[in-house]
């Protein structure tokens, strides 16, 4: 049996993160938490396959997170997905710089899960 990839989510809204649980259901096991100093601290304790999370997040802010995980050698690599409700301006140029991809908020659920498969597909 195929071993499913490990998703770390982090996304302070409770409905967010079950919809995302349910839309990889299948791909990838799931692990979630709710703030971004428990996101850094699980994805450097545990190194999922992959990272989906958050901007706007209790603790740390997810950008805070993606440049404390991109400064460790053990998380350099580690491939992560945006989750924005913002379009901000200069949002092409931050992910650029944190060599992330990204999902608008409200997103399709089909949509998310084509972008976590490309992100695995794409660090395998």
Known sequence: METLARVLVVEDSP???RLIEMSLRGLADVESCPSGTEGLQR???ETP???VIDIGLPGMSGWQVIEALRADP???ELPV???TAHAKENLRERLAAARASSV??????ADLRRAVEDLLSAAA
């Open 74 to 76: 053990r998380t350099h």
């Open 104 to 109: 608008s908020k409200p997103f399709n659920p």
């Open 81 to 83: 997905l945006v989750l």
């Open 49 to 51: 396959d992959a990272l």
């Open 43 to 45: 994805a450097l304790d």
């Open 15 to 17: 409905v967010v993160r």
